[in-house]
């Protein structure tokens, strides 16, 4: 399974907005409270669930050997239609 940014934002996204939602009283307007800083706390916390979340299923990355043969060679193009068009130089590495 790829790692997707978009899905680890959209997950602290919406855990943030729960959390916020679930800290927040009904009325905003508290003097004395601490709102702000409890609004930030829940924010930071929702990303970081959502990031602890959205990365739980990712497995180890593919094994890469570093820097292996390359080569160039011609391989053919074709259009939309599958008629061949031409050929063009690919990189090819081992």
């Given at each position: 399974m790829k790692?997707?940014?978009r899905k680890s934002l959209l997950g602290g996204l919406a855990a943030a907005a729960l959390v916020t939602a679930a800290?927040?009283?009904a009325s905003a307007y508290c003097p004395g409270?601490?709102?702000g800083p409890g609004v930030a706390a829940g924010?930071?916390?929702g990303m970081a669930l959502g990031a602890?979340?959205?990365g739980a299923a990712n497995g180890p990355g593919?094994?890469?050997d570093g820097p292996g043969?390359?080569?160039?060679e011609r391989r053919p193009m074709y259009d939309e239609y599958g008629n061949f068009i031409g050929r063009r130089r690919v990189r090819v590495c081992r």
């Open positions: 790692f997707s940014m800290a927040t009283p409270c601490w709102v924010v930071i916390g602890a979340a959205a593919p094994y890469y043969e390359c080569w160039m």
